[in-house]
Each structure stands twice: as C-alpha cells, then as structure tokens.
C-alpha cells in the first residue's frame, strides 16, 4: 500500500495486543494501542485511525459504550472482538455500529483477513453515475454518498457497500452468504447475523417514515430491494 493506513487497537490482554500488533505491523501498518477505554477514546482524537480493533471487556468501560461513542462522532469501521460466544453480545455491539465480530480465541490470520476486508474497498472511488433507489433516495458512488431528501445519510462504509449492491441488483435475491462474500470478501459459518443487523440500519436510515422498506425479507432465503 502506497499510505500506510494506521489501526487503534484497544486490548487490555498484554499477550494479545502483542500478538495482534507484531502480525499488523507485519503486513504495513501503522498500529496504535491503548489498554484503557479511555486511553483509546485519546488515542482516537490523536492519530485518526482508519480503522479500530476494540475488545469487548476493558478494565474502565465497556466495548459496547466506546463502539456508541466512536459511531457517534465518524463512520470509521470497528472489528469488535468478544470472549464470550453470545450472539446477544454480538448483535448488540453489531446494532450500537460495530461492521464485525470475532471471538476469542482466534486466528491472527483470519484477523487479517477481516482486517483487509473491512478497508478494502473504503476508499475506492467507483465507475458507476448516480443511482436512483427511490424518489427521495440516491447514491453517488464517484464520492460514496448516499442522499435522501437532498440530504448526506450517514453510512458506515459496510453499510454503504451493502446498500450498493442491492441498488446494483434491483429484484435479484441474495442468500445471506452471497451478501458477506460481496460486501465482506468472506464466509464464516455464523456470521449471517452481521448481515442481518446491517440490513435493519441500513433500512432504518434509509426507509421514510410509514414507507414500505424497500430492502425486503424474502423468508428462509435472504433479501432483495423491490425494483421500480
């Protein structure tokens, strides 16, 4: 990578922030981290991180209430990592913004993987003119915005990326599977709860209020956005 794209890891394990910081910096770049919530919400302001690696238990706060503070402020994705294998864990740190999930213990190299995915395709500029979904809805893929009502929905670039595909693919049904292998580059057994979530925000920001989502349920296959 020509820039070197900098990530804050917020991690109280001494052994793991080691780990994960040596396999980072390995692959080019730059790692920032912090053992406090608080030290991490500093750090945050300091060196505008491309991307966040936040445990889920720190020692001051929780992961839940910095992933709620982070979400607030900036569209930056957070790869959350959790001890505990509860899916209400999961899907409430995925709800309060997170765009990812892993347990511990884990596989650096699938760390990575997620990592990559996750920054892939952010800054990416696309080919593709303006994209008409509704009448009061539209993206700009040439600057990755998103309008509704002349005015900027704020997107995570997950969110942004799922939201393309479907406007891409009016009427065509996605299994949950085909959404992370386009919209995250993977499939994990497990993870189909991430798409999920993401499809309910990305609904929520978008959808008028009393309107018909136009992303709909098919029932025991996937989702769909309704052509016009």
């Not at 990812?100 to 650096?108: A, E, G, L, S």
Request: some cysteine; glycine content about 4%.
């Amino acid at each position: 990578m020509a820039t070197k794209q900098a990530i804050l890891l917020i991690e109280d394990e001494e052994s793991i922030a080691d780990i994960l910081t040596y396999a980072l910096r390995k692959e080019g770049f730059i790692v920032h981290s912090a053992a406090t919530g608080e030290e991490g919400l500093r750090l945050f302001e300091g060196v505008n991180p491309h991307l966040v690696i936040l445990d889920l238990m720190l020692p001051d706060m929780t992961g839940f209430d910095i992933c709620k503070n982070l979400t607030e402020s900036s569209a930056i994705p957070i790869l959350m990592l959790t001890a505990r294998d509860d899916i209400v864990d999961k899907v409430l740190g995925l709800e309060l913004g997170a765009d990812d999930y892993m347990t511990k213990p884990f596989d650096v190299r699938e760390v990575l993987a997620r990592v990559k995915a996750l920054l892939r395709r952010q800054h990416q500029s696309s080919p593709f003119s303006s994209i008409r979904i509704t009448e009061s809805v539209r993206i700009e893929p040439r600057s990755h915005a998103v309008f509704k009502n002349e005015e900027v929905v704020p997107l995570k670039p997950k969110e942004y990326e799922l939201l393309l595909l479907f406007a891409q693919n009016k009427n065509r049904v996605f299994t949950r599977e085909e959404i992370l292998d386009h919209v995250w580059d993977y499939w994990f057994e497990g993870d189909i709860r991430t798409v999920d979530v993401h499809v309910q925000r990305v609904r929520k920001k978008i959808t008028d209020k009393n309107s018909i989502p136009i992303i709909e349920t098919v029932f025991g296959v996937g989702y769909k956005m309704r052509g016009e």
